[in-house]
Nanobody, 126 residues
Framework: QVQLVESGGGLVQVGGSLRLSCAAS????????MGWFRRAPGKEREFVSAVTWSRSSYYADTVKGRFTISRDNAKSTVYLQMNSLKPEDTAIYYCATRRSRYDSGGFQRNTDYEYWGQGTQVTVSS
């Protein structure tokens, strides 16, 4: 069982930046694919970004060029740097991972992950 705890959310103005963190309960996140998802009011949870165990990173088209995902295996933490924030980025952001390690499975679907954090609220005001 892996526990994930997100932090770093808050209220920011349009064009501002936030850095989200996700700390895992494991000694290391080495070998794990880590993902970020978000759920906006009235919408389903959607893929934002993922970083594989080999450090390949992927982004939804809506955040590409503005968000950057990174990982620190020794600290068991994954980050999401969010720049040039827009009102449509307002959502609860969730961190996720899965049981298997060093795999090449998918990373964009909710069902690709087994462990989820409780989420952190990001609100972008205009």
């Amino acid at each position: 069982q892996v526990q994930l705890v997100e932090s770093g959310g808050g209220l920011v103005q349009v064009g501002g930046s936030l850095r989200l963190s996700c700390a895992a309960s494991t000694e290391t996140i080495s070998g794990y694919t880590m993902g970020w998802f978000r759920r906006a009011p009235g919408k389903e949870r959607e893929f934002v970004s993922a970083v594989t165990w080999s450090r390949s990173s992927y982004y939804a088209d809506t955040v590409k060029g503005r968000f950057t995902i990174s990982r620190d295996n020794a600290k068991s933490t994954v980050y999401l740097q969010m720049n040039s924030l827009k009102p449509e980025d307002t959502a609860i952001y969730y961190c996720a991972t899965r049981r298997s390690r060093y795999d090449s499975g998918g990373f964009q679907r909710n069902t690709d992950y087994e462990y989820w954090g409780q989420g952190t609220q990001v609100t972008v005001s205009s």
